[in-house]
């Protein structure tokens, strides 16, 4: 190597002895670690018997949420498209007929809702855009897919069944503290 | 006698290009280096970069002040709080926004976390480019840990978008505080386990030790930050030198070495993980109450003008460049990102450096590749 400038300061390296160039004694310490290791606790998880949970509060995929009578919550407003910083989410807004107030919770509601799981990442920013605390993230993963169009989410897979309830409450509080 | 003549009395060596990469395990992404080699020994190392090129500042001008700090941490991947961070700093010393104390010993503690977490990823990754196995398995149990406290308060496990411009996404997870320190006290008890395996191990003594020897000036010329500079003895920390976000309160010493080699290097990185442990001890117990977020507007608009910040990443120097025009968005972006100009200065050293060493040299650069293609 040659230096920028003369003035490099070389190492100091000693010669080894003989009993540290068969390497045996660096191996035999290293062997005794790994050994002892056999007798502590696993830090591994036996996977596919035993599953890992995500927490609460992981952001996987979307939800979009139900009021307790069953209307969505969703109001079409735009918010979450507008945050959304890798413009995954679209939507169509559409007036809210008579009867229709079982379906929807106001007078808007989005007709098509639209996530493209491939674009999405997963920063929760929608969640903490939207004002009606329509729209969360859970800690469920996106599967593999074999068409690129199964990745684009509709409100058919987004919207939450009532039969199957998602739970939400162990979600951390973010939106304390932006005012307009 | 004619046919002596003819066979040649010296024998002579050919110039021999040898690619390391794009798909090299010890090259940790998709770094390229074209080697030319004389025998065993290096000519000349010219690396080829672009393999990941997402053309991160430009998307960034286009994205909102709160937005775009969300790619960054798609740079260093390893260090993604402290990219946040950054983000979050410049615009909040473009708006000159007050933050939290809370929001500040929040950040310093999921900053600290991250460079022991990086750090031990470099150690068993530097360890498995070496040849030994089992530290890969031994420090993916203690950063296991670490991801594991970063899905319960920031909620993912390594692209966190877990700082914004006025302070944390999030409050702290009730059961952070107790985890942490459960960690904190693993961690203390396991460390010589580290020590014993690859420290004092006279087979990576060897291979280190007055390999890719670093001097202080080059490290000053090629612009060379954060461990790999420190080690050749040029003190160079962020947190000391222009401290941000209630550093200056905490007390711990930066790492400096003077030998400039790759065991100069190993052993700085060992050092900060200590000194790390010993920042989350001081500040886990003295969490200050209050809000963790100042309150901001919801549409934040920079004022002309340009700013600059920097935070220290496990790798070195990240800084931030920004020029507002006034909008929403950033007129230009651009990032100084340590891995780049760390690896300007390999070329230089690996001369004259055996093949062998080059897998040394760069493992104990510890070199994240998206963050130098960006
Ligand atoms: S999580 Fe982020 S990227 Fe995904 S849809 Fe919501 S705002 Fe967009
Ligand atoms: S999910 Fe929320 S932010 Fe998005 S359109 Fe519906 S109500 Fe508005």
């Not at chain 1, 491939?118 to 800690?139: D, V, Y």
Request: aromatic residues 10%.
């Amino acid at each position: 190597m040659q230096p920028l400038t003369n003035r490099s300061k070389p190492v100091q390296t000693r010669e080894m002895t003989f009993l540290e160039k068969l390497y045996l004694p660096a191996i035999w310490t290293g062997m005794v670690i790994t050994l002892k290791h056999f007798f502590m606790r696993k830090a591994t998880v036996r996977y596919p018997e035993v599953k890992r949970e995500f927490s609460a509060t992981f952001r996987g995929k979307h939800v979009l949420k139900r009021d307790d009578q069953g209307a969505e919550r969703c109001t079409a407003c735009g918010l979450c498209a507008v945050a959304c910083p890798a413009e995954a989410i679209t939507m169509v807004a559409a007036e809210r007929k008579p009867g229709e107030e079982k379906l929807y919770k106001e007078e808007k509601y989005a007709a098509v809702y639209d996530i493209n799981m491939l674009r999405c990442i997963f920063c929760g920013f929608c969640e903490e855009a939207c004002p009606k605390e329509a729209i969360f993230l859970t800690p469920e993963t996106i599967p593999s897919m074999y068409e690129r169009s199964d990745f684009i989410y509709h409100k058919d897979r987004l919207v939450e069944s009532m039969d199957k309830r998602i739970d939400i409450s162990k979600r951390q509080e973010k939106k304390l503290a932006v005012n307009n | 006698m004619q046919d002596e003549e003819t066979i040649p009395q010296t024998t002579s060596t050919e110039e021999f290009i040898l690619n390391v990469g794009p798909q090299h395990p010890s090259t940790h992404g998709v770094l390229r280096l074209k080697v030319t080699l004389d025998g065993e020994t290096i000519t000349h190392v010219e690396p080829v970069l672009g393999y990941i090129h997402r053309s991160i500042e430009k998307m960034c001008e286009k994205l909102s002040l709160r937005q775009f700090s969300y790619v960054t941490s798609k740079m260093d991947y390893l260090s993604s709080h402290m990219n946040n961070q950054a983000c979050a700093m410049v615009v909040e010393q473009a708006l000159q926004i007050e933050v939290p104390t809370r929001a500040q010993a929040i950040r310093i503690l999921m900053c600290e976390l991250t460079r022991i977490a990086s750090h031990e990823l470099w150690w068993g990754a530097s360890g498995l480019d070496l040849g030994a196995v089992s530290p890969f398995f031994y420090a993916f149990r203690e950063r296991e840990m670490i991801t594991d406290i970063f899905e319960e308060t920031c909620g993912t496990r390594l692209t966190m978008n877990y700082m914004v411009p006025g302070g944390v996404m999030a409050d702290i997870h009730p059961t952070f505080v107790a985890k942490v320190k459960e960690f904190i006290r693993l961690f203390k008890l396991r460390f010589h386990e580290y020590d014993e395996l690859l420290t004092g191990n006279t087979i990576l003594i060897n291979r280190l030790k007055g390999v890719g020897v670093l001097t202080k000036e080059d490290a000053i010329s090629w612009g060379c930050t954060g461990p790999v500079a420190r080690a050749s003895g040029v003190s160079c920390d962020i947190r000391k030198w222009y401290p941000y976000d209630g550093y200056e309160k905490l007390d711990f010493k930066e790492i400096l070495d003077s030998e400039g080699d790759c065991m100069a290097r190993y052993r700085v990185r060992m050092e900060e993980m200590k000194q790390s442990a010993h920042i989350i001890d001081q500040l886990i117990d003295n969490i200050p109450e209050g809000d963790f977020q100042a309150k901001t507007k919801n549409v934040l608009k920079a004022p002309k003008g340009d700013y600059y910040t920097r935070v220290e990443t496990a790798r070195g120097e990240f800084g931030i460049y920004m020029v507002s025009d006034g909008s929403q968005t950033p007129y230009r972006l651009k990032f100084r990102s340590p891995g780049f100009s760390n690896l300007s200065a390999l070329p230089h050293i690996a001369v004259g450096a055996k093949m062998g060493d080059l897998m040394a040299i760069m493992a104990m650069f510890d070199l994240v590749i998206p963050d130098i293609d960006r």
